[in-house]
DNA sequence: TAATTGACCGATC
DNA sequence: AGATCGGCCAATT
């Protein structure tokens, strides 16, 4: 067991991230309830076990950058699992305006599931 | 216990 | 546009 109410509030925002969209670090940890948390996100990731089926590749740095090295297995996984649902990665780094969700934004704009 | 590190962020140079 | 600096917060050494 977790038992670490930060890791799960986590891990719960970004299985919410819709597939085709992307969500900062930043923006994770502020709705995780961690304002400035944003390196816990990226812990709570890496620490993440695949059985959680966590969608880690919808998590990027701010400005739309990605947070893995270029050239690293982990960056090219990225951006193939982004490209395969849609999002545009242009030389390491997504389009925000386009893509970065939000979720007030999002269930007023698609509405609620 | 203190110091170091890290899938970060925002401002500044 | 790219590089650097300081700040934040938690886990590890």
Do not use: H
């Not at 890496?46 to 880690?56: D, F, N, V, Y």
């Not at 701010?62 to 893995?68: P, V």
């Amino acid at each position: 067991m977790d038992g670490n109410a930060a890791m799960d509030s986590i891990w719960r925002v970004v299985a919410a991230i819709p597939a085709g969209r992307v969500c900062t670090y930043g923006e994770v940890a502020k709705l995780a309830g961690l304002p400035r948390g944003a390196r816990q996100v990226g812990r709570a990731l890496g620490k993440a076990p695949a059985s959680r089926q966590l969608p880690w590749y919808r998590v990027i740095a701010a400005g739309g950058r990605i947070a893995l090295p270029k050239g690293s297995a982990g960056y090219r996984a990225q951006v193939s699992k982004l490209r395969a649902e849609g999002v545009v990665v242009s030389n390491g780094r997504v389009r925000l305006p386009d893509f970065q969700w939000s979720p007030d934004l999002d269930e007023l704009i698609w509405g609620p599931p």
